[in-house]
């Protein structure tokens, strides 16, 4: 058995992401963009709905 093969640690177990906690992260994302002034409530539905998606994108492609 060489070094690297001792050295591997065993992949970590995937979790499930909810999508109540999907939610929660756009949420928090779109409120720090209205704080800082990067967007409006005109385009908060627009805004919310792409951050939205995005983060399930990421966190569902595993």
């Known amino acids: 058995m060489?070094?690297?093969?001792k050295n591997r640690q065993p992949a970590p177990a995937r979790q499930?992401?909810?999508d109540e906690a999907i939610f929660k992260v756009a949420k928090?994302?779109?409120v720090k963009f209205?704080?800082?002034g990067?967007?409006?409530?005109?385009s908060f539905?627009?805004?919310f709905d792409r951050v939205y998606k995005a983060i399930r994108r990421t966190v569902r492609s595993q």
């Open 34 to 36: 209205i704080e800082v």
């Open 45 to 47: 539905e627009e805004t």
């Open 28 to 30: 928090e994302i779109v």
């Open 16 to 18: 499930d992401v909810t």
């Open 38 to 42: 990067r967007l409006t409530p005109s």
């Open 2 to 5: 060489g070094v690297e093969e």
